[in-house]
């Protein structure tokens, strides 16, 4: 199983940006993903998820401004991040949760699998 994480990079604030998390070994059909993000001196949080009923759920710290979204076809999951702030500077990890027919799950313990991470900075 392998996931790969890719679209991040530098940007101002109040501009948007989408992240990708292609994942192979296992069908999105079946699996929930999850996104968490790592700031600098901080924990690995957990910043939403996406079910294998493509159900979805953010955290209230990024609500009406992150969405996340899957392409079956080419299994990949997305982050696509809105009116970014420079508190949204962090690592973003996409994580895999290994149990057929699993729930989004917000804790770290409960996902078997990790992209590599892509960083993201929010410019003032």
């Known amino acids: 199983v392998q996931l790969v994480e890719s679209g991040g990079g530098l940007i101002q604030a109040g501009n948007s940006l989408k992240l990708s998390c292609v994942v192979s070994g296992r069908t999105l059909s079946y699996y929930a993903v999850g996104w968490f993000r790592q700031a600098p001196g901080k924990e690995r949080e957990f910043v939403g998820g996406l079910s294998w009923r493509a159900t979805t759920y953010v955290t209230d710290s990024v609500k009406g401004r992150f969405t996340i979204s899957r392409d079956i076809g080419t299994n990949t999951v997305y982050l696509k991040m809105n009116s970014l702030k420079p508190e949204d500077t962090a690592i973003y990890y996409c994580?895999?949760?290994?149990?057929?027919?699993?729930?989004?799950?917000?804790?770290?313990?409960?996902?078997?699998?990790w992209g590599q991470g892509t960083q993201v900075t929010v410019s003032s």
């Open positions: 994580a895999l949760n290994d149990r057929r027919h699993g729930t989004i799950e917000s804790g770290i313990s409960d996902y078997s699998y």
